[in-house]
């Protein structure tokens, strides 16, 4: 407990999810955490108590996301700690992929990152320490059907995390990503309900059917979890693991 006092973290899509597991996480180490993400505002009323407030910039938005990590520099005084974990999914074949789409999940679940990173960098550059953490996916990894823009925009977030690893490999600043299976979020609950009513099942089993299908543990990841990842790769004992793409995937990519 408290490994992590005196350092401040912005985590992007914290409001839901894996993101608010991974800001628990790092909050419960004695990090402050500034939220990020969308939702409403009775929520965010009781979560700021909890963290050192929330940013409501929009994750497509360049200006916006600039915006956040130099609000953040100034009123928590530093970014150590930068989660990128917003993300978004569409699921349609290729050739029907509605090119909007196409461009919104890039924007959220890539671009972001990029430039998060541009922005928070300098700051973890000039202070000697920093630790940027990407949450990926297993379709980072390995693809699936109906989901182009998602397995393009994941696989990009690790090239991305690769190079960024690279180019701090001589600092005291790492970038890694993880790489989760399913977790059962809002983000998966839809994919759920959308194989409940495609082939007819009950909640219950069609929650069985989505992890049978890719997650031989048959159980889900948590939130905690990934959580627990994250505050590891902020420890001292993870220094040297630079560019990588850590799963947490119930053996998912393993197959
Ligand atoms: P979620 O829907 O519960 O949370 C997504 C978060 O992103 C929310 O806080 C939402 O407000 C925020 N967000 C979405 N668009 C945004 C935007 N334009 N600007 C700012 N914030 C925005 O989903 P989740 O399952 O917790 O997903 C979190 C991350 O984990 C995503 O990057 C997702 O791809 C990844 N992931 C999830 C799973 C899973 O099984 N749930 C598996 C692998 C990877």
Redesign the pocket.
């Known amino acids: 407990m408290g490994a992590l006092k005196g350092k401040s973290a912005v985590v992007?899509?914290?409001?839901?999810?894996?993101?608010?597991?991974i800001a628990r996480a790092l909050a419960a180490e004695g990090a402050k955490v500034r939220l990020?993400?969308?939702?409403d505002a009775a929520e965010f009323a009781r979560l700021s108590k909890e963290f050192a407030g929330h940013d409501?910039?929009?994750?497509?938005?360049p200006g916006a996301i600039a915006g956040m990590i130099a609000r953040a520099e100034r009123e928590l005084g530093s970014v150590d700690i930068l989660v990128?974990?917003?993300?978004?999914?569409h699921v349609a074949p290729v050739e029907e992929f509605p090119v909007d789409k196409w461009y919104?999940v890039l924007?959220?679940?890539l671009s972001?990152s990029f430039h998060t990173i541009k922005a928070a960098l300098p700051g973890m550059r000039e202070r000697g320490w920093g630790r940027i953490i990407n949450?990926?996916?297993?379709?980072g990894l390995v693809a699936s059907t109906g989901k182009a823009a998602?397995v393009a925009a994941?696989h990009g977030l690790i090239g991305l995390t690769k190079v960024v690893g690279l180019e701090t490999a001589g600092t005291q600043i790492t970038c890694n990503a993880i790489?989760?299976?399913?977790?059962?979020?809002?983000?998966?609950q839809k994919q759920i309900d959308a194989l409940a009513s495609k082939e007819n099942l009950s909640a219950d089993a069609a929650r069985e059917a989505l992890l049978k299908e890719k997650q031989p543990s048959g159980e889900?990841?948590t939130?905690e979890q990934?959580g627990a990842l994250a505050v590891f790769l902020c420890s001292p004992a993870a220094a040297q693991i630079r560019g990588a793409a850590l799963t947490v995937d119930g053996g998912w990519t393993a197959q």
């Open positions: 992007t899509g914290s409001t839901s999810g894996i993101g608010l597991g990020n993400g969308f939702g409501g910039a929009d994750m497509t938005d990128n974990n917003a993300g978004i999914q919104a924007s959220v679940n972001s949450v990926a996916s297993t379709h998602y994941k790489c989760p299976g399913w977790v059962l979020t809002p983000l998966v889900f990841a939130p990934i």
